[in-house]
């Protein structure tokens, strides 16, 4: 059985240390549940990650990312919110990792080759059911079905999560269950998570 993770909304004011606390808290329940939040109002929650506003890629986050509106977001909503409810993602990561990996374009390709909305290896599709990397559907479906694997492979731990996302889960093990300590990779996690906070806010 899968264990689900329950997102607390993440408050807006985490842009500004001084309004709330941009540490990030969390709480395994009685049901396996996850629940995160910045704004903890219950004493079961305990630190998770610290954030550290004077570090240069998470202090000017905020204002490097690109925006991407409503009406860009929502061209791949249903494939989205069918492939979250497939594998219990939150359709707000997904439209995460689609922001950091090819800003909403589904023919996006990386020297590395990586291809489509969610930049899929080739051995990550076939793994996970793609056969048209291009396609939109199957790269979302694939893509997510990958994250869900890497969500209970790594106790629902978001930061280990989107770090093998980017470098593989073989990488995050190698290194002792931490984020590698790739210059990619360590830019890579903080802005999916920026992306991701701002989108539970507005999806």
Do not use: C, W
């Not at 709480?27 to 990650?49: E, L």
């Not at 390709?109 to 489509?116: I, P």
């Not at 280990?160 to 996302?165: E, F, H, N």
Request: proline content about 5%; aromatic content about 10%.
């Amino acid at each position: 059985m899968h264990r689900s993770v329950a997102y607390a909304t993440l408050s807006v004011g985490m842009l500004f240390a001084s309004t709330v606390s941009a540490d990030i808290f969390r709480y395994v329940d009685r049901n396996g549940d996850v629940h995160y939040t910045n704004v903890p109002n219950d004493s079961r929650y305990k630190i998770h990650r610290r954030v550290d506003e004077t570090n240069p890629i998470t202090n000017t986050l905020a204002k490097e990312i690109r925006h991407y509106g409503p009406r860009v977001r929502q061209r791949y909503e249903e494939d989205i919110l069918a492939a979250a409810k497939e594998s219990n993602v939150d359709p707000a990561l997904i439209h995460a990792v689609i922001s950091a990996e090819s800003g909403y374009n589904p023919f996006a390709r990386s020297r590395k080759g990586a291809a489509g909305l969610m930049q899929l290896m080739p051995e990550t599709a076939r793994r996970f059911g793609a056969r048209n990397r291009l396609d939109p559907a199957q790269n979302i479906r694939a893509g997510v079905r990958y994250l869900r694997t890497l969500m209970d492979l790594f106790d629902n731990d978001l930061e280990l999560v989107l770090a093998a996302y980017n470098a593989g889960e073989n990488a995050v093990i190698r290194f002792g269950h931490r984020v590698p300590p790739y210059s990619e990779t360590m830019t890579y996690v903080p802005r999916v998570l920026e992306y991701y906070k701002r989108y539970r806010t507005r999806l």
